[in-house]
């Protein structure tokens, strides 16, 4: 129940194309699903989040689309650089705790 | 200033070595994290604050010691590790545990190297 399934594990796309990134949770109770990028070496930085009451949010090239039915999220990259290579988790969470991270997903965008 | 900041970046000891890692926000935030990420692998959460106290250990072993001397400061004190420990230790904060505002901001971690 407080699992977070992502997918694809790893994602390869050609420069200026969509990158799409998937996840799925149990539990109900989560009211919180922000996504975070990982350059390898650094920490998680927030990228977008999205709360249950909107079915989706977009801030510059990112975009997140959330059904709450199907208790499923994604996260979409428009016009992918190479400079989004990185992991992106995906994350839900409780009124601010129980915070679970998604398994991640190693997205290359080839120039 | 909107940055979590942690020391040592790097830190190699051995397994009967006492060592501390050491977090810091001037964000005003109330609740401060310790995560251990290893590789290709999601952060998982070890330790939370709570306006300078313990609020939740996830059943970390007491070789690890967590320790929040003020509400910007937040170590974690190290003791007879195992390799096994070895990893990304990253240190977080938000405004407050739970409730809207909870985002959360990572450092850029401390990589331990338990030898």
């Known amino acids: 129940q407080q699992q977070v399934k992502q997918s694809p594990q790893s994602l390869i796309v050609q420069k200026g194309g969509i990158s799409i990134i998937n996840c799925a949770y149990e539990?109900?109770?989560?009211?919180?699903f922000p996504w975070y990028q990982q350059f390898p070496g650094k920490g998680p930085a927030l990228l977008i989040a999205?709360?249950?009451?909107?079915s989706e949010k977009k801030e510059g090239r990112f975009t997140i689309s959330f059904n709450k039915s199907a208790k499923q999220f994604s996260l979409h990259i428009m016009d992918s650089q190479p400079g989004d290579s990185a992991t992106y988790f995906c994350?839900?969470?409780?009124?601010?705790?129980?915070?679970?991270f998604g398994p991640g997903t190693r997205l290359s965008v080839l120039p | 200033d909107t940055e979590v900041t942690q020391t040592p970046k790097h830190l190699v000891m051995g397994m009967t070595n006492k060592k501390s890692l050491k977090c810091e926000q001037h964000?005003?935030?109330?609740?401060m994290y310790w995560y251990k990420q290893k590789a290709k692998k999601p952060p998982e959460l070890m330790f939370v604050?709570?306006?300078?106290?313990?609020?939740i250990n996830e059943s970390v072993p007491s070789r690890f010691s967590p320790e929040c001397p003020n509400s910007s400061l937040l170590n974690l004190h190290l003791h007879a590790l195992q390799p096994e420990d070895s990893a990304l230790y990253l240190c977080?904060?938000?405004?407050?545990?739970?409730?809207?505002?909870?985002?959360?901001?990572f450092g850029p971690g401390t990589r331990l190297t338990v030898l």
């Open positions: 964000m005003g935030h109330r609740a």
């Open positions: 994350a839900a969470s409780m009124w601010g705790q129980n915070f679970v």
């Open positions: 977080a904060s938000s405004q407050v545990l739970s409730g809207t505002y909870n985002e959360q901001f």
């Open positions: 604050y709570s306006y300078e106290k313990l609020s």
């Open positions: 999205i709360r249950p009451d909107v």
């Open positions: 539990n109900t109770a989560f009211d919180y």
